[in-house]
């Protein structure tokens, strides 16, 4: 309802929208209206409330506060319950404790800044305030558990094809799930699962896009291996409307696996990939090798061609040689 | 600390143990002492206080508390943290929270009444009070989460085996991990898993065996399906020495797989099988076909020869067909 009267108030940009209009049209009475327009202001959004011509927006914080989602959202399912944070721990945390607790299948856990960041095996993600996306949505498919894996690549797909919508920005997928630009991370993904043996509970996948970093805000250490939106298109980019794309994309690729299983979707994955054809390393667990990337097979494993012969990989690092890194 | 002191009551049988004795071998104060007593007193213990002779211990509760486990238990790592519930929802679901949290592998959930038992695919598991051992143990085991199934048929092993020693009851293991009688269910397993696509977060493997319940008190549409130890071994047995039997064997089958990889418990596994050889019923899902069980395979898939060939059966129902339900 809140993203209503926001949406109503964006609508008239500049101008004025009166509080008997959203009555009529929202069908709420007005002081239901002046207490949204108190909780709009109490979350940083500037609106100007005139006695005679009604309400105004002049300006809002850049956050991706659940009325601004709803208000952007053209997804039937996904992100329709929104769980937001200023600050959490971890939003694949969250979100996993909302699945457990029963939550809906779309449910989003969204956060301005996560102060524990998790990447895969326990590694970190910088999530630094209003910089990025750091979001988790969970998903009760009804694949297997080992179907699981292809789920991390479904995301990728939908991840890589919303930011190339939406910026312009040409990335490309890394096996399984990283999307890179440039050879450097624009966005890490982390699915996690909760799975009987022949049944999966619920998934979570955890997206971090790197939106406004810029260079000198990496910490250090990550400066050579990630990157932003903004340093790829050159300019600030809208959190808000990559949000939107990432969701509506997920949503049409689940939806296509649901009814056509993942083979379009791994054909997908194929076409975006920056991972075959290049010469890789793979490193764990317990092997070290590396080889062409030649194809993903049915399970989403890569295939690796090696002097031995050709490698199944479904666990583990695998990097891209650069030219550069030939040298 | 209260299993040693129950312990040292109990290597007394009958005859009194000083204050001082007790104080002297555990190194602490009479205080101490008294304290314990008391909580023992509480937890329904019959203990007797004489102001010269010590304590005596009359007699005790039948139940499955911390003081007893610990009394009771030989293992190094299982079994060595115990949440103890008189009612719960569900083991699996307490354990999966305390794993949630970090608890220590080897923690179990042991509750004398399950209010909403759980079986495989949200069916219920029958679970009164103080009749049965329910319990849940949280494991970390290093394995992907591609070789988890293995787990349950790993614990369907620890099982078997511990209840033919406990109490010389002639089980088997129906594929992948019931335990039955004489083709009645005494045990069912429920292991579920929290993973990223290629590590286990945690295992929590939920146990219900049915010790000493009679053929009346199971619901009447679980009548023909399922039996108890006490009902196959035509007398009361002792739920105690079956639970701290299973752990002891659950650790000697889990180390045995860490060391030496999953061939060895496979091979035991197929030993206590009553499916294989046999002529069986699978279901779902989305299929449904006849045949002979011949083996399981190296990822625990049962292999079932039909006239079509060879299918595979990682998930779904088997049924035995018995010469009764042919005719």
């Given at each position: 309802m809140r993203g209503e009267v926001l949406l109503m108030l964006r609508r008239q940009p500049g101008g004025y929208v009166s509080g008997e209009e959203i009555s009529r049209r929202l069908d709420v009475t007005r002081t239901a209206i002046w207490k949204h327009m108190q909780a709009l202001k109490q979350d940083g959004y500037d609106i100007e409330a005139h006695p005679r011509l009604g309400y105004r927006l002049r300006g809002g914080p850049d956050l991706l506060l659940p009325a601004e989602i709803e208000a952007a959202l053209t997804t039937r399912r996904l992100g329709r319950s929104v769980a937001y944070f200023r600050c959490v721990e971890s939003t694949n945390n969250e979100a996993k404790q909302l699945a457990a607790a029963g939550c809906p299948e779309g449910q989003v856990v969204v956060a301005e800044e996560q102060s524990v960041g998790r990447g895969r095996l326990a590694r970190g993600w910088f999530s630094p305030f209003a910089r990025g996306v750091w979001f988790t949505i969970v998903l009760r498919p009804p694949f297997s558990p080992q179907e699981a894996p292809k789920c991390t690549?479904?995301?990728?797909?939908?991840?890589?094809?919303?930011?190339?919508?939406?910026?312009?920005?040409?990335?490309?997928?890394?096996?399984?799930?990283?999307?890179?630009?440039?050879?450097?991370?624009?966005?890490?993904?982390?699915?996690?699962?909760?799975?009987?043996?022949?049944?999966?509970?619920?998934?979570?996948?955890?997206?971090?896009?790197?939106?406004?970093?810029?260079?000198?805000?990496?910490?250090?250490?990550?400066?050579?291996?990630?990157?932003?939106?903004?340093?790829?298109?050159?300019?600030?980019?809208?959190?808000?409307?990559?949000?939107?794309?990432?969701?509506?994309?997920?949503?049409?690729?689940?939806?296509?696996?649901?009814?056509?299983?993942?083979?379009?979707?791994?054909?997908?994955?194929?076409?975006a990939s920056v991972t075959l054809g290049r010469a890789v390393d793979v490193s764990g667990p317990g092997r070290r090798f590396s080889g062409t990337a030649l194809d993903i097979d049915d399970d989403g494993a890569l295939l690796v061609a090696t002097a031995a012969g050709v490698e199944r990989v479904l666990a583990g690092d695998v990097s891209i040689r650069t030219p550069e890194r030939k040298e």
């Amino acid at each position: 309802m809140r993203g209503e009267v926001l949406l109503m108030l964006r609508r008239q940009p500049g101008g004025y929208v009166s509080g008997e209009e959203i009555s009529r049209r929202l069908d709420v009475t007005r002081t239901a209206i002046w207490k949204h327009m108190q909780a709009l202001k109490q979350d940083g959004y500037d609106i100007e409330a005139h006695p005679r011509l009604g309400y105004r927006l002049r300006g809002g914080p850049d956050l991706l506060l659940p009325a601004e989602i709803e208000a952007a959202l053209t997804t039937r399912r996904l992100g329709r319950s929104v769980a937001y944070f200023r600050c959490v721990e971890s939003t694949n945390n969250e979100a996993k404790q909302l699945a457990a607790a029963g939550c809906p299948e779309g449910q989003v856990v969204v956060a301005e800044e996560q102060s524990v960041g998790r990447g895969r095996l326990a590694r970190g993600w910088f999530s630094p305030f209003a910089r990025g996306v750091w979001f988790t949505i969970v998903l009760r498919p009804p694949f297997s558990p080992q179907e699981a894996p292809k789920c991390t690549l479904l995301a990728a797909v939908a991840v890589c094809g919303a930011i190339r919508r939406a910026t312009g920005v040409a990335c490309g997928i890394k096996w399984p799930n990283d999307i890179l630009y440039e050879g450097k991370k624009l966005v890490g993904i982390l699915t996690e699962m909760s799975a009987e043996m022949d049944a999966i509970n619920h998934v979570v996948i955890g997206i971090g896009i790197n939106v406004n970093i810029a260079a000198d805000d990496f910490p250090p250490e990550l400066r050579s291996l990630a990157t932003s939106l903004s340093l790829a298109a050159g300019r600030p980019l809208p959190r808000l409307a990559i949000f939107a794309a990432v969701l509506e994309e997920l949503e049409r690729v689940y939806d296509l696996a649901l009814a056509e299983g993942f083979g379009p979707v791994l054909a997908e994955w194929r076409a975006a990939s920056v991972t075959l054809g290049r010469a890789v390393d793979v490193s764990g667990p317990g092997r070290r090798f590396s080889g062409t990337a030649l194809d993903i097979d049915d399970d989403g494993a890569l295939l690796v061609a090696t002097a031995a012969g050709v490698e199944r990989v479904l666990a583990g690092d695998v990097s891209i040689r650069t030219p550069e890194r030939k040298e």
